[in-house]
């Protein structure tokens, strides 16, 4: 499996002719303990790795959270609004974030399939 990088990309859920989501990867410990935080909405979604839990301690608004194994099988999906504390998932090894009720609408479920496509780094990064 592949190691990330912080950066942008895109989620492909479903395989290639599955949506395309605008995707930001957390990868280092400082922008994983930052995800969301502070922020009013976020564009497409982002991935936490390596994770396998979330809070929502100090967050502007509810969000979607789908735990993915280490082949990006979707675990389970919930929505968590602010103040809450997810429980671990055994076997997550990756968490997905975007805002409430957009995962649904992607057709990310528990058993589906999600591919993670990043973007080459910008010159001068």
Not at 88 to 101: D, F, I, K, N, T
Request: overall charge positive.
């Amino acid at each position: 499996m592949a190691r990330w990088l912080d950066g942008r990309g895109e989620l492909v859920v479903g395989g290639g002719d599955g949506p395309r989501v605008p995707l930001e990867v957390a990868a280092s410990y400082r922008a994983r303990t930052k995800g969301l935080l502070g922020r009013d909405s976020v564009d497409g979604a982002m991935l936490l790795t390596p994770a396998g839990s979330v809070h929502t301690f100090r967050m502007r608004m509810p969000i979607d959270v789908a735990y993915l194994d280490r082949r990006l099988t979707v675990i389970a999906v919930r929505t968590m609004r602010p103040g809450r504390l997810g429980l671990p998932r055994l076997r997550s090894r990756h968490v997905l974030e975007a805002a409430a009720g957009a995962m649904q609408g992607w057709g990310v479920r528990a058993g589906a399939r999600v591919e993670i496509r990043v973007s080459p780094p910008s010159a001068g990064t």
